[in-house]
């Protein structure tokens, strides 16, 4: 096992090189960068002004470089713009280097992680994702723990009653749920439980109230899961159907096994057979199978819920930083999100081969 981890750490290393050089080279050539951005607020408004917002005492642009002999602009709208102020929005932002400099210096700042300051925000990459990332982790433990909560004794009556009217009925009911995307059941919750046309039960945005430092440490806990409530639910409701549906399935494949029908000759009950023999074995795969359906709720629910219900959180901050062309913030999270995504499977390929010694990636291509 020790090999295997070994290669798969060195191999995270190209792999985290490849995506980050393919989403840079993609941003390099998509339109409506930081200093189109700048180029156009400065059009917008009257030269006078344009000049003394670049060369006025105390200007950040002022600050960060010497005004250099310029060129006739190559930004939309920039034309009308002197091509010395232009040059120093470059400066600026770091756009007067080449590309390949400025991608081999922002991959050897992220290796120390360091991911720079916010072209907008005035604050560092480090401290925006800090502040954000305890909203995303809530909402994908949680999610994850009710998901399996929910899933596994769901599954396992399922198996049990297999072909019953409980199984067709719980089995359409969760192909429903499967179904609604959970932005769509999120919007429904806000609608009918936080102010919408009837209810006004749950606040609608934030993790916790305005007042939350001024209340009692009981207050604080309930305050906080108050407003969890209808994200999270709206993120259950469509992420427990496969794992209830494999729940099942491992546990009709168990209970058809010959061990299961030697401890019912024996004379044990139906309960000692299910939960001191099946469920052992059966749930050995899904339990394994955590780290990945954590990472998988964070990377694919988490987004949409947070802008939904206005949570500041990692997944909104990076979605902010794509459309506002915030490179820093951007890839500052994309690289958070890839390291995230490739440690959470490794420790998922470690649990598995904990579980179930029958699994040996040692024999397998990395």
């Known amino acids: ?41 400065l059009t917008d408004i009257t030269s006078g002004h344009a000049t003394d917002r670049i060369t006025g005492g105390g200007s950040d642009m002022a600050a960060k ?51 720079g300051e916010s072209f907008f925000r005035n604050e560092r990459v480090v401290d925006l994702m800090l502040k954000t990332l305890p909203v995303t982790i809530s909402l994908g433990l949680w999610t994850t723990l009710l998901v399996y909560l929910i899933s596994i004794p769901l599954g396992i009556r ?18 429903i749920g499967y179904a ?18 009837y209810l006004s039960w749950f606040p609608l945005k934030g993790l916790v109230s305005d007042n939350w430092e001024e209340l009692s440490t009981v207050g604080k806990i309930s305050d906080y899961f108050w407003h969890m409530a209808l994200p999270v ?27 299961v029908l030697t401890a019912r000759a024996k004379g044990l009950s139906e309960n000692q057979v299910l939960y001191g023999h099946v ?8 339990i394994a199978g955590f780290p990945s359906a954590l990472l998988s709720i964070l990377f694919t629910s988490a987004l949409l819920i947070e802008i939904i219900f206005s949570l500041n959180g990692l997944g909104l901050l990076g979605y902010e930083a794509v459309v506002g062309r915030d490179y820093p913030v951007m890839f500052g999270t994309l690289f958070i999100f890839t390291l995230m995504g490739l440690i959470f499977n490794l420790i998922g390929d470690i649990i598995y081969m904990l579980v179930d010694p029958r699994i040996d990636f040692e024999r397998r291509d990395v």
């Open 65 to 115: 470089g010497d005004i250099t002999a310029g060129t006739q602009s190559m930004y939309r709208g920039g034309r009308g713009l002197d091509p010395e102020i232009i040059k120093q929005i470059e400066k600026m932002y770091g756009f007067d280097k080449p590309p390949l400099e400025r991608f081999f210096q922002m991959i050897g700042n992220y290796l120390r992680f360091d991911f």
């Open 1 to 41: 096992m020790t090999n295997y981890i070994i290669r798969r750490l060195l191999m995270m290393i190209p792999t985290l090189f490849g995506i980050m050089a393919l989403n840079f080279a993609i941003v390099q050539v998509a339109p409506g960068g930081p200093v189109e951005r700048m180029v156009a607020q």
């Open 180 to 197: 609604i995307p959970s932005f769509l059941f999120a919007i429904l919750l806000i609608i009918v439980f936080a102010g919408g046309n």
């Open 158 to 175: 399922k198996a049990v009653h297999d072909g019953s009217k409980f199984d067709i009925t719980t089995s359409w009911l969760i192909i």
């Open 233 to 259: 639910t709206a993120m259950v409701i469509s992420g427990f159907a496969s794992l209830t549906m494999l729940t099942k399935n491992y546990f009709l494949e168990e209970i058809s096994k010959q061990y």
């Open 279 to 286: 469920f052992r074995n059966a749930m050995l795969i899904i």
